[in-house]
């Protein structure tokens, strides 16, 4: 198992803080401005719209440097959303990435029982099944 670094830890710290408050409040909005606030300063929250997505349902983005492990803390973060906001059992995750490439690599390594990555997604979600692309 890959070991998370403190600043991988912080990230889904505040990931973990912003889908608690999310869900205990439906205010997408109260919670972000809220999480962000404990950084020194309050940031605006602004909303994806989208078809079917209603004014509760929490959007956010990750930004993380090329090497900080994206892929690891997606994996987490699927867990997070999965038991803070939704507090659900099991979920359906829609992986999105950018190229080909990286798709047959992150799906290769997500069927892998002994990756790092399948295992992370598993101890954050529970039984995993990756579908075809």
């Known amino acids: 198992m890959i070991t998370l670094k403190d600043y991988q830890e912080r990230v889904l ?13 439906r205010n997408p909005d ?3 401005r809220e999480v962000t ?10 909303p994806v719209a989208a ?3 209603g004014s509760g ?3 956010v983005c990750l930004r993380v ?4 492990g994206k892929t690891l803390l997606a994996c987490y973060a699927a867990g997070l959303a999965q038991r803070e906001f939704m507090r659900a059992e ?3 995750v829609l992986w999105l990435v950018p190229s080909n490439t ?6 290769d390594a997500l069927r892998d029982p002994r990756h790092p990555y399948r295992r992370a997604l598993e101890l954050a979600c529970g039984a995993v099944d990756v579908g075809d692309d």
């Open 102 to 107: 990286i798709l047959d690599q992150t799906a």
């Open 65 to 68: 440097p090329t090497g900080g």
């Open 37 to 46: 606030r404990r950084f020194g300063e309050s940031v605006p929250y602004f």
């Open 57 to 59: 349902m929490p959007y």
């Open 30 to 32: 109260a919670a972000f």
């Open 13 to 25: 710290d505040s990931l973990r803080e912003f889908f608690r408050l999310t869900a205990q409040a």
């Open 90 to 92: 099991r979920s359906v």
């Open 51 to 53: 078809a079917g997505l």
